[in-house]
């Protein structure tokens, strides 16, 4: 197996196509690789109620453009994933309340991705700030962007269902049910398998059909994936390529394989 370096550098629909545009917030903002975030401050923000049991954020109010490629949908409700919330929330683009309408700090998110958090981790939010900022499309692997996205092989899209007692959980499908955060957290941060969906920057972009995408990312975790693992995981991936990447004192850098055959030696 040769590696390769590859590419090291540094709008949403209502249920579910409606893309909403404001002047006043950028699609994408870039950060420098390896720096600290520069904190935005936007005179309008969207405003979104964190939810400690599902271990997401539900939407409450939309502003700006960055909602088409951000976000789950389910039963006309938008989910954000920690790592969505956090970057959202670096960008200045986004005010997270709590059961009490009060904001919660930017602190009390990182908190939550140091801690390890509904699948998420430190290195995992690096790597999909750093898609982000150049301007690729980000998407949990295994999870639809919506009831309608039917583009994706493997796996069948996640409804959200609404009981007597204003719960949520999941249709998967099957007669199992299992709630939003448990889908998440299922996704055990050293479980190997593809991390996330990755789409090339594009305006057409829909949550209803996102079709495949570019490439699947596996984020590697303290130490390189060796040959059996590369293998396993490509088997996941199908046709779709795989590249790996690592996080070293917060440089992100990404890698591809190719396979090779060694000449017979006499």
């Known amino acids: 197996m040769d590696g390769e370096v590859w590419g090291c550098s540094r709008r949403e629909d209502s249920n579910d196509e409606v893309v ?16 600290m975030a520069k904190l935005q401050f936007r005179s309008v923000k969207s405003k979104a109620s964190w939810n400690d049991e599902m271990g997401m954020a539900e939407v409450i109010e939309k502003k700006g453009k960055l909602w088409v490629t951000t976000g789950i949908i389910r039963e006309g409700r938008t989910y954000c994933s920690t790592e969505e919330t956090l970057y959202l929330m670096e960008l200045g683009a986004l005010h997270i309340l709590d059961n009490c309408d009060m904001c919660i700090p930017l602190i009390d998110i990182y908190r939550k991705v140091a801690g390890r958090e509904d699948g998420c981790c430190w290195e995992l939010f690096e790597v999909y700030k750093h898609l982000k900022s150049l301007g690729y499309i980000v998407g949990r692997h295994g999870v639809s962007w919506s009831m309608k996205d039917t583009s994706k092989s493997g796996h069948k899209p996640v409804a959200l269902e609404d009981t007597g007692e204003k719960n949520q959980s999941i249709d998967m499908g099957s007669r199992d ?3 939003l955060n448990k889908l998440f957290s299922e996704m055990h941060i050293n479980e190997l398998r593809p991390d996330f969906d990755v789409y090339l920057p594009n305006n057409r972009f829909r949550k209803t059909s996102p079709g495949d995408p570019t490439f699947l990312l596996h984020l ?5 994936p060796s040959r059996e693992e590369i293998e396993v995981l490509e088997n996941q991936c199908g046709e779709i390529p795989l590249k790996i990447s690592v996080v070293e004192d917060g440089r992100v850098s990404f890698f591809s394989f190719d396979k090779v055959e060694l000449p017979v030696l006499p």
């Open 177 to 179: 049910e299992k709630s």
């Open 220 to 224: 590697s975790r303290g130490h390189p």
């Open 20 to 35: 909403l545009q404001d002047s006043s917030d950028e699609e994408e903002h870039h950060f420098l690789a390896g720096s």
